[in-house]
């Protein structure tokens, strides 16, 4: 398993919980897709299955959508502040995963109150 430091020092806003169905999209010279761990105003984090030891580039897009729900955050821009690769225990033949971190960029007038509305609701 691994650790990150939940210190306050290091937190401007407190962590969420995301909704199960919650899923992220990383869009830059490689597409990563999955689930919502937890978000903030700040940014999210995200786990993802990976084949390859190629890291993300560090400036890229976001999408967020729920499955089964009517709804859609797209195209945010992120800056990458980690990519964790998650030790699991159990066998080889399970696919091996990642957790990233990411930090959200600028949002346009549309994308605040969609981040909003997926932070109260889901």
Same mark, same amino acid.
């Given at each position: 398993?691994? !650790?990150?430091?939940?210190?306050?020092?290091? #937190?401007?806003? =407190? #962590?969420?919980?995301?909704? *199960?169905?919650?899923?992220?999209?990383?869009?830059?010279?490689?597409?990563?897709? %999955? $689930?919502?761990?937890?978000? !903030?105003?700040? %940014?999210?984090?995200? =786990?993802?299955?990976?084949?390859?030891? *190629? /890291?993300?580039?560090?400036?890229?897009?976001?999408?967020?959508?729920? !499955?089964?729900?009517?709804?859609?955050?797209?195209?945010?821009?992120?800056?990458?502040?980690?990519?964790?690769?998650? /030790?699991?225990? !159990? $066998?080889?033949?399970?696919?091996?995963?990642?957790?990233?971190?990411?930090?959200? %960029?600028?949002?346009?007038?549309?994308? =605040? $109150?969609?981040?909003?509305?997926?932070? #109260?609701?889901?």
């Amino acid at each position: 398993m691994f !650790t990150i430091k939940e210190n306050s020092e290091y #937190r401007r806003h =407190r #962590r969420l919980k995301a909704k *199960k169905g919650a899923v992220a999209v990383l869009c830059g010279h490689h597409y990563k897709i %999955g $689930p919502v761990i937890d978000i !903030t105003w700040g %940014g999210l984090a995200f =786990r993802y299955t990976y084949d390859d030891e *190629k /890291n993300l580039e560090s400036d890229c897009r976001l999408s967020i959508f729920l !499955t089964g729900e009517d709804f859609y955050l797209r195209t945010v821009p992120v800056k990458i502040v980690y990519e964790i690769e998650e /030790n699991s225990e !159990t $066998p080889i033949t399970t696919p091996r995963m990642k957790r990233c971190g990411v930090k959200f %960029g600028r949002l346009t007038d549309c994308q =605040r $109150p969609l981040l909003k509305q997926f932070i #109260r609701n889901y």
